[in-house]
C-alpha cells in the first residue's frame, strides 16, 4: 500500500496551511559551553502525551468521541422502537472549527444614521467538523470507516460529544444540520469529510408540587 501525507492532503482539500497544522516541540535544549566546559548542561521540556495516538504514532491531544446512545424509532405499525448507536470515535486527521455568533436586534430610527442594536443572546456554537478517512490496511477504499461515521451522521437526535475542546467552550451535545462525505481523485483508499453541526441546549423541567 503507499503511503500518503495527511497534512499535504488536509492542505489540498480545504486550504489548511502546514505552518497552522505542525508545530515544533523540542526534547531539550543544549547550554552554550563555557570556557574549559568538557559536557552539556541539557535542560529538559515536557513532551506532549495522550493515551490515544495517531497512524503515527504521535499524540492526538483532543480526540472527539461521540458517546453511545439511543433513539426511538417508530415502526410501519405504530409501535415505537429504540435504535442503540455505538460510541464513535473522529478520525484522528479532524480539524474542528467552531463559531459563535450574538443575537442582536438592529433598529432604524429615522433622522438617525446607523441602528440602534439591542442585545438578545448569544446564538449557538456553529461547528465544522473536516478531515479524511483512511483505511491503514490496504489500498481499498475505507468502507469499515464510511460506514461507522454514516451511523452517527443519521441519527435522528442530540449526540453528546466527548472532548477537552469542546469542554473548554461549554459544548457537551450537538446537532448534526448538513453533512458530506467525497471521494479524492487518485487517493482510492482516502474520502474526506465535512460536517456542519450547532451546539443543542437540553432544557430541564422541574416540577412543582401541585402540578
Given amino acids: 500500500m503507499y503511503r500518503i501525507d495527511p497534512f499535504g492532503l488536509l492542505q489540498r482539500v480545504f486550504g489548511f496551511g502546514r505552518e497552522r497544522l505542525i508545530r515544533h516541540y523540542r526534547v531539550g535544549e543544549a547550554a552554550v ?76 430610527i429615522s433622522g438617525r444614521s446607523g441602528t440602534v442594536k439591542e442585545y438578545i443572546s448569544d446564538g449557538d456554537f456553529e461547528i465544522r467538523f473536516r478531515g479524511l478517512i483512511v483505511n491503514q490496511a490496504d489500498d481499498y477504499p475505507p468502507e469499515l470507516g464510511i460506514r461507522a461515521m454514516r451511523q452517527i451522521l443519521r441519527v435522528p437526535a442530540p449526540l453528546v460529544i466527548q472532548s477537552e475542546f469542546f469542554e473548554w467552550l461549554g459544548v457537551g451535545d450537538i446537532v448534526i444540520e448538513n453533512s458530506g462525505i467525497f471521494q479524492l481523485e487518485g487517493f482510492s483508499h482516502v474520502v474526506a469529510f465535512d460536517i456542519r453541526a450547532v451546539s443543542d441546549f437540553t432544557p430541564e423541567v422541574r416540577l412543582r408540587d401541585g402540578l
Fill in 33 to 108: 559551553l563555557s570556557s574549559g566546559s568538557s559536557s552539556y548542561d541539557l535542560e529538559e521540556i515536557p513532551v506532549l502525551e495522550s493515551d490515544v495516538k495517531s497512524y503515527f504514532g504521535t499524540p492526538v491531544l483532543t480526540p472527539v468521541t461521540v458517546e453511545a446512545g439511543r433513539y426511538p424509532e417508530r415502526g410501519d405499525n405504530g409501535s415505537v422502537n429504540f435504535v442503540d448507536y455505538p460510541e464513535y470515535q473522529f478520525p484522528h486527521t479532524t480539524m474542528v472549527e467552531v463559531n459563535q455568533p450574538k443575537l442582536i436586534r438592529k433598529t432604524e
